[in-house]
Nanobody, 122 residues
Framework: QVQLVESGGGLVQAGGSLGLSCAAS????????MGWFRQGPGKEREFVAA???????TYGDSVKGRFTISRDSSKSMVYLQMNSLKPEDTAVYYC????????????????WGQGTQVTVSS
C-alpha cells in the first residue's frame, strides 16, 4: 500500500514564500519520479514540477524560476519551495508518484495524495 501525505499549505500574501512537503510510505523504492500538481477553482489539474532519478527536475512554465522541487530519498520525502507567490498560484496542491521518468502528464502518475490548500492573497 502506497500513501502520499502533503503538508505545509496555508495562507500567504502575494510575494511571499511557502514550502510544501510530501511524505511517502509503502513501496517508495519503486518510484522513479515524484511530482507536484495543482488545481485552482474552476480549473483543470496543472503540472507544477517533477523530480526524477533518471531525468532530473522539470517545471511548468508558470512556476519556472520561482518554485524549486527537491527530494530526500532516504526519508521518502519530496518538497516544493514556492517563492514570489502570486494570487494565481492559489490552488489545491497534490503530490504524486510515478514509476516512470519525469512527465507532465498526470495520467502517468499512479499514486496521489489528498492535497493541501495554498491561498495567496493580493
Amino acid at each position: 500500500q502506497v500513501q502520499l501525505v502533503e503538508s505545509g499549505g496555508g495562507l500567504v500574501q502575494a510575494g511571499g514564500s511557502l514550502g510544501l512537503s510530501c511524505a511517502a510510505s509503502g513501496r517508495t523504492f519503486t518510484f522513479d519520479t515524484m511530482g507536484w500538481f495543482r488545481q485552482g477553482p474552476g480549473k483543470e489539474r496543472e503540472f507544477v514540477a517533477a523530480i526524477s532519478r533518471t531525468d532530473g527536475d522539470t517545471y511548468g512554465d508558470s512556476v519556472k524560476g520561482r518554485f524549486t522541487i527537491s527530494r530526500d530519498s532516504s526519508k521518502s520525502m519530496v518538497y516544493l519551495q514556492m517563492n514570489s507567490l502570486k494570487p494565481e498560484d492559489t490552488a489545491v496542491y497534490y503530490c504524486a508518484a510515478s514509476l516512470g521518468g519525469a512527465t507532465i502528464d498526470p495520467r502517468f502518475y499512479a499514486y496521489w495524495g489528498q492535497g493541501t490548500q495554498v491561498t495567496v492573497s493580493s
